[in-house]
C-alpha cells in the first residue's frame, strides 16, 4: 500500500516565504497612483465601447464611425498593459 504525503510542519511556511521573498527583492514597488489609473482606463474604455454600441457608431466622437472602435480598444489596452507592471 502506498504511503500518504507527509504533512507540512508549521516551519517549512517560514522557509517559504523566505524563497518568495529572495527572488522579488530588487523588484521596486508600483507608485500608489498605478492601481486607480489602469482601473480608470479600464473603466474608461469599456464606457466608451459600450455608449459606441448603444449609438450604432454616432457616439462619442461623431463623425469618425468605426474609429470609435480603436479609441475604446487603445483605452482598455492601456489599462491592461498597466496591471502587466503592477506590484
Known amino acids: 500500500m502506498p504511503e500518504s504525503?507527509?504533512?507540512?510542519?508549521?516551519?517549512?511556511?517560514?522557509?517559504d516565504n523566505l524563497e518568495i521573498k529572495s527572488w522579488?527583492?530588487?523588484i521596486p514597488m508600483s507608485p500608489s497612483w498605478w492601481a486607480p489609473t489602469?482601473?480608470?482606463?479600464?473603466?474608461i474604455g469599456l464606457i466608451w465601447m459600450v455608449v459606441l454600441y448603444m449609438t450604432n457608431g454616432r457616439?462619442?466622437?461623431?463623425?469618425?464611425?468605426?474609429g470609435n472602435i480603436i479609441i475604446g480598444l487603445a483605452f482598455m489596452m492601456a489599462g491592461f498593459l498597466m496591471t502587466l507592471r503592477w506590484r
Open 5 to 15: 504525503k507527509k504533512r507540512k510542519k508549521k516551519g517549512q511556511s517560514h522557509e
Open 24 to 26: 522579488t527583492e530588487g
Open 38 to 43: 489602469f482601473v480608470a482606463l479600464l473603466i
Open 59 to 66: 457616439y462619442p466622437i461623431p463623425g469618425i464611425g468605426n
